[in-house]
Nanobody, 124 residues
Framework: QVQLEESGGGLVQAGGSLRLSCAAS????????MGWFRQPPGKEREFVAA????????EYADSVNGRFTISRDNAENTVFLQMNSLKPEDTAIYYC?????????????????WGQGTQVTVSS
């Protein structure tokens, strides 16, 4: 398993932007598919975005498509989530996850390693 640490969360007004980062412990970071998930207050964790090992393929949840962008820097062992046009319903704990596999997945159970999460709060 790989150790993951998220950063960049905080409080922002609706319409604002935040950039989340997730640093991985392993130099073999490039072999992992990376994903972002979130857990809104009182709800189950849900898929947000995922990116392939090379970074040339990404998938997004319908609720964030067009507003969020996932990217990665394999040289720095880091994955990012750029969040624009934030809405109050984006308020959640955001988790970074790693999957040792070839294909991008939207399924939580396909990811073996998880970070501790970072809180994002969007005020109206």
């Amino acid at each position: 398993q790989v150790q993951l640490e998220e950063s960049g969360g905080g409080l922002v007004q609706a319409g604002g932007s935040l950039r989340l980062s997730c640093a991985a412990s392993q130099r073999t970071f490039r072999i992992y598919v990376m994903g972002w998930f979130r857990q809104p207050p009182g709800k189950e964790r849900e898929f947000v975005a995922a990116i392939s090992r090379s970074g040339d393929n990404a998938e997004y949840a319908d609720s964030v498509n067009g507003r969020f962008t996932i990217s990665r820097d394999n040289a720095e062992n880091t994955v990012f989530l750029q969040m624009n046009s934030l809405k109050p319903e984006d308020t959640a704990i955001y988790y970074c996850a790693a999957r040792y596999g070839a294909s991008v997945s939207t399924e939580e159970l396909m990811y073996e390693s998880w970070g501790q999460g970072t809180q994002v709060t969007v005020s109206s």
